[in-house]
């Protein structure tokens, strides 16, 4: 049959309006931590994943840690923007019962943040204010996920995260919200991995002794590799001015107000913003980085949507990129 005219036009319109829906689909799935390893049995919330067939794969693992009582849901257009850049996304859940600010800021130990965030990385027996063994730590959680992702869903891609009987850190994007970020950020200290992004973090500050945290310094992961999110009136657990110390010590003090300016923010790593604008409570500025339910709009549209699709696919430099796909680049 031949169309022309207005026939034939309506008949193309709609054809790209399903073609567009079909390529802006972002395929997503669950996976049961236990189904993964036997051993895991606490923070039974499912790991989730983000994938888009229809983009380019960047070859790139970006590992999304949530925040204090949070599970892997309601943080799903972060996902979502993250897969339609090209990456394969995994939400990691693991034990966030618990906060290291809630703890460790009065105890006159100051390892104490540190220690906290290695045994729920590492399950290191370590603090005494959480217990968690290696098998539900967040190292194991990873590696069993990715290895169990390569082996049932294996033509999607996921055997490439792996080396050896490891994993390829330098293809692999850390983030995090809130302490999350934390987790994410102590664990790129001790790997080179390809990107950090803290969102809402770090808020390791200690009221006992007026100062940050001892282990916010930089690591393995060059600070031109590492980039922030951070909202003008988060206030919780530590200051505005706080949290920007901290990640001044962590190696990242250019900054840019993403309400005053546009990608590329002047190659910024530290990005601020007061969105959506009034004064809104410290904790809906916190939650309004990542959760659906609390992200600013205006007319509908995502404020922070440019914001991260700027810290997912901003160059970083150079030398810092060469590091990133070295073998060497591992613990």
Known sequence: ??????????????????????????????????????????????HRTFRDAAVASRGELLVYLPGTGATTSDQDAFGRV?????????????????????????DPDP????????????????????????????????QRAVDWLAA???GEGWEQFRR?????????????HSQGGGHAQLLAK??????????????????????????????KTPPGRMF??????????????????????????SRADIDAASPPYDHAHVL???????????AMAHLGLVFDFALPRKHGKNLLEAAWRYLLTEDVDPAARRVAISPAASK
Request: aromatic content about 6%.
């Open 164 to 176: 050896d009987r490891g994993l390829a850190w330098g293809k692999i994007v850390l983030a995090g």
């Open 228 to 253: 922030a999110l951070v909202h003008a009136q988060d206030e919780q657990a530590c200051s505005f001015a706080q949290l920007l110390a901290n990640l001044e010590l962590s190696g990242l003090s």
């Open 190 to 219: 001790d790997y080179a991995v390809a990107r950090l992004i803290v969102l809402g973090s770090p808020k390791d500050y200690s009221t006992t002794y007026a100062r940050a945290a001892p282990w916010l310094a930089p690591g």
């Open 152 to 154: 049932h869903r294996a």
């Open 272 to 282: 601020t913003t007061n969105a959506p604008g009034g004064r809104i409570d410290s």
């Open 1 to 46: 049959m031949k169309l022309s005219g207005l026939g034939a036009t309506a008949v193309c319109a709609a054809l790209l309006l399903v073609c567009g829906v079909a390529r802006a689909a972002v395929e997503t799935g669950s996976i049961e931590p236990n189904a993964t390893d036997a051993a895991i049995d606490a923070a039974s919330a499912p």
């Open 82 to 106: 993250a897969a339609s850049v090209g990456y394969h996304v995994l939400f990691l859940m693991y034990p966030t019962g618990i906060s290291a600010a809630e703890v460790c800021q009065q």
């Open 111 to 142: 390892a104490c943040f540190e220690n906290f965030r290695r045994e729920l990385l590492y399950g290191e027996d370590l603090s005494a204010h959480v217990k968690v063994d290696r098998a539900n730590a967040i190292a194991n959680r990873l």
